[in-house]
């Protein structure tokens, strides 16, 4: 877990940065060494430091050594489902206004990216509840919690087929990331409380009109968005300051609406 402001101690996850800001990461284990490409780094070199020093492999090669940020753990963590981006886990926290204390139920769990933003979101007050139908992914999503933000008591995992059951009431947030979101949000409209926000992210066009044919139909939803971000970084230095030439052109798109009283 994640010891922000305090000297590494075991079960953290560790970035590595080498001199090209090629991105490493692994979890800090006493007495266990990171092999990079056959350049040796002891854990016990680490542990007890704070962040932000320099280590030298076994070879002489320098290393820049930190915490993973939420969004650098995201891309870098073992991975059961493809994750959300931190593009846009940004813009669904502000977009569907994840705010601290709020019910939020997510579908499904993945690889835990998006829960970790949400935890972190809702705090101590807040309750995050996961649906998720594979248990193999529950495991991997656990594993990833645990080592980035530690097991909390307001995270409720269900194993459950959302298309089939919803069981939650006073939901203020809904977060879909499943392939077919509009048969979700069929069976969770009757437990989200008025003025709830669902958001739904969907890599394909036809899934968003699907989802918002759905919105429309079930007549107890308004404000309907549909949007998606693009990042573009620049390349700085000396006489090139320009966009970099490459990017993630596309991940996927963002539906939001609210939940009138019927
Ligand atoms: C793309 S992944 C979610 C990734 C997650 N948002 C993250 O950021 O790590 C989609 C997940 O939905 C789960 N899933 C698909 N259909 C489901 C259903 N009907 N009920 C529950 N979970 C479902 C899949 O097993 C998969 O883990």
């Known amino acids: 877990m994640n010891r922000y402001g305090k000297p590494f101690a075991k079960g953290e996850p560790v970035l590595i940065l080498d001199r090209k800001d090629r991105e490493y990461y692994d979890i800090l284990e006493k007495d266990k060494v990171t092999n990079i490409r056959g350049d040796l780094l002891q854990h016990n070199d680490i542990l007890g430091r704070e962040e932000g020093f320099i280590l030298e492999s076994q ?30 886990l940004g813009m669904i926290l502000i977009w569907a206004d994840i705010y601290p204390g709020a019910t939020v139920v997510e579908c499904g769990l993945g690889s835990g990216a998006m ?29 990833n919690l645990h080592n980035f933000i530690g097991p909390k008591k307001n995270h409720i995992i269900r194993q459950m087929d959302i298309y089939e059951e919803f069981v939650d009431d006073h939901v203020d947030r809904l977060i879909l990331d499943v392939p077919e979101p509009w048969r979700a949000i069929e069976k969770a409209a009757p437990h989200l409380r008025p003025g709830a926000i669902v958001c739904s992210y969907s890599p394909t066009v036809l899934q968003v009109k699907e989802t918002v044919d759905t919105l429309r139909r079930l007549k107890c939803f308004t404000q309907f968005q549909t949007l998606e971000t693009l990042l573009r970084e620049w390349n700085i230095e000396g006489l090139s300051v320009r966009p970099n030439l490459r990017m993630v052109a596309h991940t996927a798109f963002l539906t939001f609406a609210r939940r009138l009283q019927t």
Request: glycine content about 10%.
């Open 115 to 143: 829960t970790s933003a949400l935890l972190r979101a809702v705090g101590p007050r807040g309750k995050v509840i996961s649906y998720e139908i594979r248990g193999d992914f529950i495991r991997n999503a656990t594993r």
């Open 59 to 88: 070879r002489g090669t320098p290393y820049r050594i930190f915490r993973p940020t939420l969004g650098e753990h995201t891309r870098l963590m073992p991975r059961g489902a493809q994750v959300i981006y931190p593009k846009d």
